[in-house]
């Protein structure tokens, strides 16, 4: 229902573009035989506010850096995917009639869209997926309809163009993460029907995704990240944002740096990740996970893993898209692997390539 589509599945490669608060990310992957190979990636730092909580505020700082990713990464292909957060969709499941063609259905979305979108629908992008039949009414199929403020999409589409990319895919982080979720389950042994929380841990963002058989039930952002971090060290010590940032990566700060800083910053990263899935209990028909995946910048955070599966009771493991990956000649392995946690998204975009 529109040039970029959040779900229609396509054949040809595309690049993996995530756009965080932080940084552009981009991955290609290639795939011989059934094992996937990393082919290109790089990880660029955004300037500061260039992006705010997801939203786009300087679309020029974005085109640059986008530009400067892709000419140093020297991808094979410029088709690319790009997401929006999951707080920025409408999603809605509803019943429509089994025997509409395509183009029927897709006219009579259009038309009832209004019920269920509360912006004006030239303000809105528009997608469907057809689920599969109704459990209530075998002559009808269940349609899940996503909805978008056009904006977030056109921004987006207007950043990757004008650094030379071509947008394929507008799809939805939460939907890519899903994805990317294939790509861990032999580092969690047999699932079967087994309750998977993801907390993706950005810079300034915490989103939790729960999966019942690989199928994602709920998901939930706050604004918790990384970047509290960043500025406590740069109200602590008097250092500029941009040393603060750079000395958190680098190492050199004082004694205290452990203690006064990182424990507490994960002390309340734990209680955040427990709020949220207090919220997950009280809103569905599960009172319990069986085990948590940490994503994100944050994810590799020493000792962060023993101390949330200390303190909240579950198996834990940190998320490696790429651990049963070959890689490129061209790509920096090492680098690869300490950023694998946060390329979570950037991995579920790269995989339309193969749907």
């Known amino acids: ?26 991955l290609e992957l290639s795939k011989v035989g059934e094992r996937y190979r990393v082919e290109s990636y790089l990880v660029r730092p955004l300037p500061q506010s260039a992006v705010v909580e997801k939203n786009i505020n300087d679309v020029e700082a974005l085109e ?17 995917a790009v997401a929006v957060a999951g707080s920025a969709v409408i999603t809605k499941v509803i019943e429509m009639p089994g025997d509409l063609s395509d183009q029927a259905m897709e006219s009579q979305l259009s ?19 057809v689920i599969g039949p109704s459990e209530v009414n075998p002559d009808q199929v269940d349609v899940l309809l996503a909805a978008c403020r056009r904006e977030n999409v056109d921004l987006r589409v207007e950043a990757l163009s004008a650094a030379g990319l071509t947008p394929k895919v507008v799809d939805v982080e939460v939907f890519a993460i899903e994805r990317a979720f294939n790509l861990i389950t032999e580092q969690l042994g047999s699932l079967g029907e087994q309750v998977i929380a993801i907390a993706d841990i950005g810079a300034t963002m915490l989103t939790l995704s729960v999966l019942v058989d690989g199928k994602t039930l709920y998901t939930r952002e706050q604004l918790f990240g990384g970047r509290q971090v960043t500025e406590e060290i740069q109200r602590r010590y008097g250092l500029s944002l941009e040393e603060a940032g750079q000395a958190k990566k680098q190492g050199g ?23 949220s899935l207090q919220f997950f209990f009280s809103s569905s028909q599960y009172n319990y996970v069986d085990q948590l995946v940490l994503a994100g910048g944050v994810a590799a955070t020493d000792g962060l893993k023993d101390e949330v599966e200390e303190k909240l009771g579950l198996p834990t493991i940190i998320a490696n898209p790429f651990a049963n990956m070959a890689v490129g ?5 090492v680098a690869l692997a300490v950023d694998a946690p946060a390329m979570m998204i950037a991995a579920g975009l790269a995989l339309r390539s193969f749907e």
């Open 64 to 80: 640059e850096t986008i530009r400067k990713v892709v000419t140093q990464a020297k991808p094979k292909t410029l088709d690319a």
């Open 329 to 333: 000649s061209k790509v920096d392995a």
């Open 111 to 129: 038309l009832e869209a209004d019920q269920y979108i509360p912006y004006p629908l030239d303000e809105v992008a528009l997608d469907y997926e």
């Open 1 to 26: 229902m529109g040039i970029f589509s959040f779900l229609d599945k396509q054949m040809k490669p595309v690049l993996g573009i995530d756009i965080t608060s932080s940084t552009v990310k981009l």
């Open 253 to 275: 700060l004082p004694e205290d740096y452990e203690a006064e800083i990182i424990e507490p910053f994960k002390e309340a990263l734990i209680q955040q990740i427990s709020r």
